[in-house]
């Protein structure tokens, strides 16, 4: 049903920059297979920038001399970094012509990365991946751009295929950091990366399609409008609220996962949390199906279906590490560890299944916003991912695995609750 968001009052006179205008398509607008899959490899390679500093943050603070209270700043300086980005840069897409923004943005990126695998200062460091994890913002211009270039009933495979490359990137970000570090150092792995966010920033400049949107507003109205959009947007406001709840109880379990998997009976070293990152990474397969049943009008059923996922891997992830149910990882830790990899994997379906169907809707509202949009859907989500990962340190500090399912099993649950608000309100074309 569509909602009252995607309609435009026909006697407003020159668009605003809150209401949908005449938005030029891309030249060449078609968003070919090839093109899908080099979207989806784009924003995977670049998101690699966000996650990856976690099982670096030892290396690097004793190698810049970090004092300790500071060893944190790290791994949480790329993801502020990023945040700001979302706020600030994002929002350009919907006034400059995307496509030598996004090569421009890239190419800062790998610039700054590049001087991060070069400083000898800490500070310098973590300036660095502050202003590096500003620029990845990249990733929600290009994920806007993929949606505009793709047929509208084909955008929830579109928006689908390229989010499989951003889960796989975020999944395999902290195993490829580990590999790499550990064989060749940490410095090698962040020249890598900028080497290949620069060659990336080539290929984006030859094979990205010119797009400039019709805007009449200037920078400062654009920020300014950001909380319009939230504020009047109901179909942004519900499926932010539930992509935050998901990412909430994701990443409760992948913070705590490496500490539970460290010690009996699993005892696993870095390259067997390196292998168990890898097969929980399979659940992203389902994204680019997520996007097609959404196409095909089986959004509703998907979205109940991915929210009892959720629940049901909990309860595994809490059977096989805690012995939930009268299960004992001690007495069978082998089958622990398949399940534990079992219920990782439907734990990223469902989140990612949810995700794409609201990132989904949220490009079907207003095509002059998408950007803004964009920006505002992520950094909602990225709260309650935030949210998830403090919680899940101090519930695994305070109960153990147990605490750490419990944290996510609140939000499983409060997800699956909060889809009735959300179903409801479409069904009364609010």
Partial sequence: MTQPADTCPRNLAPPSPLTPAPVAQPAGRTLTAALTVFFAAAVGVIVVNLSAAQPLTGPVSRA???????????????????AAGLLLLVPLCDLLENRRLIVRT?????????LASLARSGWLFLASVFMAGATSSVIQMLVPMAAAMAHESRRGRAVGNVMSGLMLGILLSRPLASVIAGSLGWR????????????????????????????????????????????SEPVLQRRATLAALALG??????????????QPPFSLGMQGIAAFALAGATGAIVTPLAGYLGDRGAGRVTQIVSHLVMIAAVL??????????????????????????????????????????GRRAINLINPSARGRLNALFVGIFFVGGAIGAALSGAAWAWAGWSGVCLVALGFTVAVFLFGFVDRAARTGGH
């Fill in 64 to 82: 810049l001399n970090l004092p300790r209270e500071l060893a944190g700043l790290i791994a949480m300086l790329p993801q502020l970094g990023y």
């Fill in 316 to 357: 595994v992830l809490a059977a096989a590490g805690a012995g939930w149910g009268g299960f004992s990882p001690a007495a069978h830790p082998v089958l622990a560890l398949a399940l534990l990899v079992a219920g990782a994997a439907a734990l990223d379906a469902g989140v990612i299944t949810d995700q794409t169907l």
């Fill in 106 to 114: 890239l190419a800062c990126c790998a610039a700054f990365i590049a």
């Fill in 188 to 231: 090698a792995f962040y020249g890598i990366e900028a080497a290949a966010d620069a060659l990336l920033a080539v290929v984006l400049y030859l094979r990205l399609p010119d797009h400039a949107p019709h805007a009449s507003a200037r920078y400062a109205e654009l920020l300014r409008s950001l909380w319009t959009l939230l504020r």
């Fill in 249 to 262: 109880a994701f990443s409760a379990f992948w913070t705590a996962i490496a500490l539970l998997l460290a």
